[in-house]
């Protein structure tokens, strides 16, 4: 039987949202002055999660509970855990989740989607598209926003589109055309320089010896610790946080295509303005992680 809708229409106001996030902020805030979860602090925040439990494979708390639950799972909360679901509560309870900017984001993922849905892409639905986003210039710095305003811009400047060109953006916008076909999207891009690439590189060499790693996102295979654990073991280090002294970012590939953050974490963002800013870091998606620990056993 599927659950009342009644169950859930408390929640279908943001006054509501905000209430349920802001009163999680607060708990956060207030067990983790001293970085240890005692037995009654860690029962005070069971109630906030029990409070929701029945909303977890609902938005916004499809989200957030599963970051919570994890977080607090072995009693103690990391300034990295405790970082994680402050910045999430900070965009579900903003405008980017509950107003415009998530919407509109969805909505320019369809459109490119549907640009390239008939495999061409013309000089005029770029130029259309550049005025659509004229007047959503509220989406910058939201990725892909400025990515795609960028590669516009530099395809248009001689008004018109070459074979190279046609091919670079058909395999942009054609990442945009699936409909919940994946856990994650494995080959998002990003623009660096003049060259759009992905999000997870293709086929990427890892290497684990005196290599750092982080890891984030969530793996039905590995726990966090174990990931640890096993990158180590090859000579590598782990790292819980992005930062130059990160070669691989491992994103794993339990991620939920409805999720309007959780899937792009800060992590990721993260990553991706370090590699803006010249670092080398390699984003990677879970299964090729999977490959090399299986060559490295080879």
Partial sequence: MQPNPRDYFK????ARLDKAINALIGIVEGISIDGHI???EHDYLNLWLAEHDELRDQHP????VPVVTAAVADGILTEEEHADILWLCERLRSTEYYDSVT?????????????????????????????????HEHLKTCWPFDE????????????????????????????????LD???????????????V??????????FLDKGFCFTGASSRFTRAEFERLVQKLGGSAHSSPSKKVHYLVIGAEGNPCWAFACYGRKVEKAIELRKAGSRIVIVHELDFHDALADQGS
């Fill in 38 to 40: 005692n037995s009654l």
């Fill in 103 to 135: 919407a509109d984001l969805q909505r320019l993922h369809a459109i490119m989607g549907g640009i390239v849905a008939d495999t061409h892409i013309s000089v005029e639905e770029l130029r259309a598209l550049s005025d659509w986003m004229a007047d």
């Fill in 148 to 179: 795609v305003g960028s590669l516009i811009t530099g395809v248009l400047a001689d008004k018109q589109i070459d074979e190279n060109e046609h091919a670079m953006l058909h395999a942009f916008f054609a990442e945009f055309t699936a409909f």
């Fill in 61 to 64: 708390f499809n989200e957030l």
């Fill in 11 to 14: 929640f279908t106001s943001k």
């Fill in 198 to 207: 992905g999000l997870c590189a293709v086929d990427p060499e890892i290497s």
């Fill in 182 to 196: 994946d856990r994650t999207i494995t080959r998002a891009p990003v623009l660096q320089g003049q060259l759009v």
